[in-house]
């Protein structure tokens, strides 16, 4: 095994949503940062996004989100497991999961780091949405974010581009919306209205679910990693990290990584953060046992993987007479409502859900998507659904629950024999309630927005991120990482992805992700007299 020379004064293991904020912030301060990245880049030619066959190439297994199908080099396999095994997503290299994420920059609600407080379940955030503000207006400056301020429901927002068109389903929806009276905005994506940053804008000739190839839609391969590199950042792509190496003292010493040859290295560094989400950051610390952590490193509370939650989702489809055109475009989420997103005694549930408005989808998602038949009816009925399709989702927040976990699984193995990880996962009885009223709300509102048919699109809800495994809070006893995202175990070692959520609210987790990392950055730069 050879060992590097020089020594990171930061360590950073993993270039996604929190690697790239966390690694620029701390190189804009002159702090020497490697980082190691399992997977590579992607060309823009290389996104299904750039072709006018994109439908037909996102049904192929490499376009998959999931890694199991995908099977790339990169990719390790996750085992899926339990009474309801969940959906796996995320990719592996520099951008990760945000070259295919929705784009959608939705905050959280200060309630969310309260739930304890009000609701009596979970734990409390040790830090609340004021410490988080200038991080999310930060991150969603580099990122560049097109919207309109001033949604009541929300707290504050920082710089906007204007907003994308909403299209024929927006204006729809805002119909019915009002009709119900209920709470509706102009979502905030990351699709550039205009040019930013050395950035071109949206030009509408592409679907932007998966890559854009214009770098008009926020992933930090396009955002943060160019400015961390010319301020001498060192990414390491192909470098697969097998574990966290400690001193006698207990400290982080660096990380044992495989090259693309299958070579073993040790970096050093100072300082080591992961960012491996909330899969493989649980995965790294389980695999990094030692004579001083026998369970799994920064483990001494036992709940390292523990409290995973997902986002969990139901479905509605209504059928219009009038034509859609969204699935000409990458806007194709116009409006959301968090109507239902505060904990109401009455609905028989705790906490609540976001109801997300989407277009039509193109042709083949249509006759897929829909189970259109074959046979003499076809054209028939694709004709009354494409493009005439209004899709509704209800995003709702699951909590905490220390049986829904992320382990090692030491019979299956990735390409350098490295132990894959396991998600065992089961619904609790509350997601199930709250997404009963989520896809009867989305009825009504279809109903309101008058639909000629409305149409249950999903019996068993999906799932989607994953969070919680390596929890933020005060004490030791109780969480993994403090209030700054440092573990209580090892003073020199921070984690900081969807695996430090204490909870998971009701929107998208990327967001906060990148407003942690660049708080966190913050931290480590204050605390640098401490690293020897």
């Known amino acids: 095994m050879s060992k590097a020379v020089d020594r990171a004064d930061v360590l950073v293991i993993g270039a996604g949503a929190a690697g790239g904020a966390l690694t620029k912030a701390l190189a804009d301060k002159g702090v020497r940062v490697v980082c190691l990245e399992q997977g590579g880049w992607r060309h823009p030619s290389d996104f299904p996004s750039s072709g006018l066959d994109y439908e037909g190439q996102m049904q192929r297994p490499k376009f998959s989100f999931s890694p199991n199908e995908r099977k790339r080099p990169e990719d390790y396999p996750v085992i899926s497991a339990g009474q309801n095994p969940p959906d796996i997503e995320m990719v592996n290299g520099v951008g990760g999961t945000t070259v295919h994420w929705n784009a959608q920059f939705l ?4 309630s969310d780091f309260r739930v304890r407080s009000l609701d009596g379940l979970a734990q409390d955030w040790p830090i609340r949405y004021a410490d988080l503000e200038p991080y999310y207006d930060a991150n969603e400056r ?12 929300n707290p504050g927002h920082g710089f906007r581009l204007p907003p994308l068109p909403i299209g024929v389903a927006g204006r729809i929806s805002a119909k019915g919306f009002n009709q119900l009276g209920w709470h509706w905005w102009v979502f905030d994506l990351g699709f550039l209205s205009r040019p930013y940053d050395g950035r071109p804008a949206c030009d509408f000739n592409a679907q932007g679910w998966y890559g854009c190839r214009a770098a008009a839609r926020a992933s930090t391969d396009v955002t943060y990693w160019p400015k961390a590199l010319r301020r001498g950042t060192i990414l390491k792509t192909r470098a697969r990290v097998r574990e966290i190496t400690l001193s006698d003292s207990g400290q982080a010493r660096g990380a044992v990584y495989y090259d693309e040859e299958g070579n073993l290295h040790e970096q050093l560094a100072r300082v080591v953060v992961i960012c491996a989400n909330g899969i493989g950051t649980p995965r790294l610390l389980l695999n990094s046992k030692s004579k001083l952590f026998h369970d799994g490193l920064a483990n001494s509370s036992g709940l390292v993987g523990r409290g995973c939650m997902l986002h969990a989702g139901r479905g509605v489809r ?12 990458s806007g194709d989420a116009p409006f959301y409502s968090q109507q ?14 976001t109801l997300i408005v989407g277009g039509a989808s193109g042709p083949l998602g249509t006759a897929l998507g829909t189970n259109v038949p074959w046979g003499g009816n076809h054209h028939g009925v694709m004709r009354s659904r ?4 209004i899709h509704v989702t209800a995003i709702g927040e699951d909590l905490p629950d220390e049986d829904n976990r992320v382990e090692l699984d030491f019979q299956a193995k990735d390409s350098n024999s490295v132990p894959a ?5 089961s619904f609790s ?8 009223h989520g896809a009867q709300s989305a009825r009504e509102f279809l109903q309101a927005a008058g639909a000629t048919e409305i149409h249950d699109e999903e019996a068993y809800p999906w799932t989607s991120h994953f969070m919680g495994t390596a929890r933020m809070g005060n004490s030791p006893k109780t969480s ?4 700054w995202n440092q573990a209580h175990d090892v003073p020199n070692l921070f984690m900081v992805d969807g695996s430090s959520f204490v909870t998971g609210a009701a929107v998208g987790p990327t967001p906060t992700i990148g407003a942690l990392a660049l708080r966190c950055a913050d931290g480590i730069w204050r605390r640098r007299g401490e690293w020897k």
């Open 107 to 110: 905050r959280f609600h200060p």
């Open 142 to 153: 580099e990122m560049g974010v097109s919207g309109l301020p001033g949604d009541p429901a």
């Open 318 to 329: 209504g059928i219009f007479s009038e034509c859609m055109d969204g699935y000409l475009h």
């Open 340 to 353: 239902f997103y505060e904990s109401n005694a009455k609905r028989g549930f705790a906490r609540g859900y």
């Open 386 to 389: 494409f493009p005439h399709i």
């Open 421 to 425: 990880p396991r998600v065992v996962y």
């Open 429 to 436: 009885e509350n997601t199930r309630r709250m997404l009963q």
């Open 480 to 483: 993994v990482v403090n209030a």
